[in-house]
């Protein structure tokens, strides 16, 4: 008889189970493998100088199905939908909202004829004498910041124009250039347009903005990573070591744009380290009680990596970062929970330190808090104006509801400093009177002084709270809008009296209505389209305003020699999209850089690592 083996000792039944587990521990373990290297693999960064070269990697198959405007339909979010569910409009509404968007059209290229006819390839055009200005290393900044604009209206024919000169551009100039500019307006104006267009040379302008980039790589040579606030490509210098939030923390989607395209990490690694840093520093440095959670003093050293006693606020120097954490959620469907988290501490931060209510009104106003003196100042400038549409997005996708009243709030205040000056253009910075407002109180928001001072506390609790509006589409066509609120005389102080030809009310506008679909905010848009027309056009383009109160001023006697690009970016698209039909650069489907250069979703993998 056979000596038996120690298999065949087992009993039948033993090794069948036996066999059927190994086999699901073996196609456990793979689909463990193959998934968590997809969503969690560290892309390595390069060191050595040669790997900023363009031709240091090798760049991937073309992916089809992310390859122009017209082929990425197919992407299906995980995220909640955005936009509201639009009616189908009657044929007079159709023709009023295209009489709109063919005026502003016109609007658009009388600025780009007068800026193509005096300023070609410079970077400004100067409206009212008709010379150049370069603030921007004179590489044509106005019209590569138009080019996603002109592929939004369909005008390909500019577009073609312009490529010629694209290609002959050389990035490579011995100036001062502001990383941040440089991202926001190059770079997200090559990227975008890249993405829109069907033309079979665009490859120029993915070529261009790596170009473009790796000249600005050796600015994120800090000792934490975050780039010089200005840098020179050809001498290495730099002007000093302070640099502001916004500047730092808004190039992620340009950056993670580019990689996906080149297959270059590099681009998205530099990005990464910075929201990185922040998210480290708020959970790991908050000292004294000088930084609120989740936000940011608007200044930084980036030799030290050490926060100044500057402002903390959703305006100039800070604004953008906040919108990208968001904006970085939704570009990357979700999928790397550090960005929405963030997003979140930030704005819960900012709702119980930093938002203020006019009693009586539904108007908010959002000024600056600040650090040394541990209070709020008084001032608003218009930037803050970009708030509304983020948080209504948020509202969105994060299940906020409370974010859309305020949304509506503030968007309500930036409104009424438009219609509520003689020229209804709004000023770049105002401030309201201290004794004019209340803090931010979901009980109290609406109500006068006097009805708040008459609830108790344990009235307010058992009030509960507001009832939030999320009726999506209003039940009546009616496009009446109230009469502007009347103030008590000296509450809103004007600060700054120019208008600079600004789009961030208008880009909450637009986001507003493609989010509820009330009429309103159509209209408010073209009341400040129609006093850009008024004050602002000059017989070559358009001009920025001195004294937005002067109404009873000739114009041109009233107008600064100053057109900057984001008119054309941006103030002309948000314009021509709140009357397009709402299927044009969905919210659904794209997200639009802080420049308003509309980059496509999709199921970006998280290939970045994440210190949580």
């Not at 290393?137 to 369909?154: F, H, P, R």
């Amino acid at each position: 008889m056979p000596q038996q083996t120690l298999v065949s000792k087992i009993p039948h039944r033993w090794r069948i189970i036996s066999v059927l587990l190994i086999c699901f521990i073996i196609v456990l373990s793979t689909y463990h493998f193959k998934y968590s290297n997809d969503d969690s693999s560290t892309w390595k960064e390069e060191t050595s100088q040669d790997k900023y070269s363009a031709t240091s990697y090798k760049k991937p198959k073309e992916d089809t199905s992310v390859n122009s405007a017209n082929k990425i339909n197919k992407f299906q979010s995980q995220l909640p939908k955005i936009q509201a569910t639009f009616d189908v409009e009657t044929d007079q509404e159709k023709q009023l909202r295209e009489i709109r968007r063919e005026a502003v059209k016109a609007s658009f290229m009388h600025a780009w004829n007068g800026y193509k006819k005096y300023a070609m390839g410079a970077d400004e055009l100067k409206p009212l004498s008709n010379k150049t200005n370069n603030p921007f290393g004179g590489l044509g900044a106005t019209m590569i910041d138009s080019l996603s604009t002109m592929l939004v209206m369909g005008l390909d024919q500019e577009v073609e124009q312009v490529l010629p000169l694209v290609d002959r551009l050389n990035v490579h100039v011995n100036e001062s250039l502001s990383v941040f500019e440089t991202t926001i307006r190059y770079i997200g104006g090559l990227l975008s347009a890249y993405e829109l267009s069907d033309h079979p040379s665009k490859d120029i302008l993915l070529r261009k903005a790596e170009e473009l980039t790796i000249t600005l790589l050796p600015a994120f040579n800090t000792p934490h990573g975050i780039p010089y606030y200005k840098f020179n490509p050809i001498t290495l210098g730099y002007e000093s070591y302070r640099t502001y939030l916004a500047d730092m923390a808004t190039i992620q989607l340009e950056f993670f744009t580019l990689s996906h395209y080149t297959g270059n990490p590099i681009y998205a690694e530099k990005a990464q380290v910075i929201t990185d840093f922040l998210d480290k520093y708020k959970r790991n440095e908050y000292k004294d009680g000088t930084i609120l959670p989740g936000l940011f003093p608007n200044e930084i050293n980036v030799k030290t990596g050490k926060f100044q006693s500057s402002p903390i606020g959703f305006g100039a120097m800070g604004d953008s970062a906040y919108e990208y954490f968001l904006k970085e959620h939704i570009f990357t469907d979700g999928r790397v929970p550090q960005y929405s988290r963030m997003y979140e501490q930030a704005i819960d931060t900012m709702k119980a330190n930093m938002l203020l209510q006019i009693p009586g009104t539904k108007l908010l106003h959002l000024p600056t808090y600040n650090i040394k003196q541990r209070k709020l100042e008084s001032k608003m400038d218009h930037l803050t104006c970009f708030v509304p549409g983020m948080l209504a997005m948020g509202a969105k996708v994060l299940h906020r509801p409370e974010d859309m009243n305020i949304a509506k709030g503030i968007l309500e205040a930036c409104v009424h400093m438009y219609r509520s000056s003689g020229t209804n253009l709004s000023p770049d910075i105002w401030g309201i009177n201290n004794d004019g407002f209340l803090p931010y109180s979901k009980y109290t928001f609406g109500k006068t002084k006097e009805e708040v001072s008459k609830l108790s506390e344990w009235w307010n609790k058992l009030a509960g709270p507001v009832l939030y509006d999320q009726t999506e589409v209003p039940t009546t066509k009616n496009r009446t809008i109230e009469a502007v609120v009347e103030l008590p005389i000296g509450l809103v102080v004007t600060d700054d009296a120019r208008y600079l030809l600004r789009p961030e009310t208008l880009e909450s506008l637009f986001v507003l209505y493609r989010i509820t679909g009330d009429p309103r905010y159509q209209e408010y848009g073209w009341e400040i389209y129609q006093a850009i027309e008024k004050y602002c056009k000059t017989p070559s383009a358009y001009a920025s305003v001195k004294n937005i109160h002067a109404y009873e001023m000739k114009p041109f006697m009233n107008q600064i020699d100053s057109m900057e690009t984001f008119l054309l970016a941006e103030t002309f698209k948000y314009l021509y999209l709140l009357f397009s039909p709402p299927n044009i650069i969905s919210l659904d489907e794209y997200v639009l850089n802080t420049e308003a250069h509309p980059f496509k979703r999709r199921p970006f993998k998280a290939q970045f690592k994440i210190r949580h």
